[in-house]
């Protein structure tokens, strides 16, 4: 057996190819930028062949920058972006570009399995709304828009599966990204039959669902001289990037809870039973532990509202930054801490791209609320923060309800912003955690997985010595009175609003 865990981490803007020992500690990291495709309103998709391109450029990069011998290689795991979409045929081949989990055409899909599924039943079958958001959606968006092409269709699979049939030939998932299909019993971690009859979907188009630790086969001659490793290299399954993040943050037993700050963000927790809202206003994913859960709410717009921040309103901040050659960020977070908490009443609704849990309303919209002649440029840019503190306090607040969380682990690239992360404290009034690896921790999530499939971890507990508490941001409970009014009067907001988002025009996509 080698000596290294290589994980692979498939996100929204590129591959992360990490390497990992088996004492935890990241030997090397590379990252490979892949694009994104916007072919309508409402539409994103990603070309499979760039994520093997990816895949197989990063390892070898990786290799080289680690200083390491090939066949030091252990194991080769996966995290990846769930919710995705990809039709191939039975040699593998791609029909079309993967529609992604932020597309949201299937909306006439979404509407129609309203009307042969129980919205209430579908929650309690497979932890989640009926939503567009999911595959099932997308795939019917594809059987009614492109008949031909799903009649070809062989298997539905997802990165990661492609990229294991890539390297492997076997075409396979593992339980926590099928439990983000639409199609999946949680309960049973079989396909349910209910659903797909009734969607008219077949079963043999779903590939087999396994744990996430076993092994899906192993590295093949052809696929080794592409990627450029031995061949025979075990293959593990790995999961979905929520699962993996959950224990890669440390969250692999009850009574935990962690906070994803990156594009999109979500706040899970494990429990060994899933928590079914009264509302369904979170969901359930199935953990890389497939003897626990993962109740969780995501909100679509978290980094990303940041980012339209910076693009939009932040020209002389980004401009300045590069004459310093320093991090727009980093400029932008020194200004915020000029306007108090609360930003002087100026609240922000981080609706840029609808909003998943947990308003489900793809017609909702961003906004400021509370401009006055006196507001300054300062106060816009905290109340983006704290509007994304908001939304994900009213996530907190319903898993709370079930389940008492004490603190959140914080991990993902919005970690780094200490400015931002006092903010998510004062607005929670609860402590957040920072490990020593955040942007890593989906990566080391998978790696752990990989080590139990091979045999070189016991368990997942592991992740405790693995991945260790740095430090904790405490909340300051003077602020909790500002907050606490802002919050109530956040939500009221949106509430008032709700009718006229409605009203704003929305594109018909196919």
Known sequence: MGNYILAHDLGTSGNKATLYDFEGKLQ???????????????????????????????????????GINKNDIACITFSAQMMGCLLVDREGEPLRNSIIWADTRAVKQEKFMHSVLDMHETYKITGHRISASYSAAKMLWIKDNLPGLYGRAYKVLHAKDYIIFKLTGNMITDYSDASGMNLFDINTKDWSEEIINALGIERGILPDAHPSTDIAGVVSPKAASEIEL?????????????????????????GKAYNVVGSSSWIALATDKPIYDDKMRTFNWVHLDPKLYSPCGTMQSAGYSYNWLKNTLCDMEVMDAGQKGVNPY?????????????????????YLLGERSPRWNPDAKGAFVGLTMTSSKEDILRSVLEGVGYN?????????????????????????GKVWLQILAD??????????????????????????????????KVINKLNKAKSTILPRTEYSGIYSRLFEIFNDTYKALEPIFEKLPVWDIG
């Open 392 to 416: 994900l306090k009213v996530i907190l607040d319903i898993l709370n309800n079930y389940a008492e969380v004490n603190e959140v682990t914080v991990i993902g690239g919005g970690a780094k």
């Open 330 to 350: 980093s400029i932008i977070d020194n200004k915020v801490l000029n306007s108090p908490p609360g930003a002087n009443s100026l609240l922000f609704l981080p």
């Open 230 to 254: 031995t061949a025979g290299i075990p293959v593990v399954i790995g999961g979905g990037d929520g699962s993996c993040a959950a224990v890669g943050a440390g969250v692999v037993e009850e």
């Open 427 to 460: 607005i929670w009034q609860k402590p957040v955690v920072i490990p020593e690896y955040m942007e890593e921790a989906t990566s080391m999530g998978a790696a752990v997985c990989g080590g139990i499939g091979i045999g070189a971890f016991s368990d997942f």
């Open 28 to 66: 090397s990291s590379v990252v490979y930028v892949y694009d994104t495709f916007y072919p309508g309103p409402g539409c994103v998709e990603q070309d499979p062949e760039d994520w093997w391109k990816a895949v197989c450029i990063s390892t070898r990069q990786l290799i080289e920058k680690a």
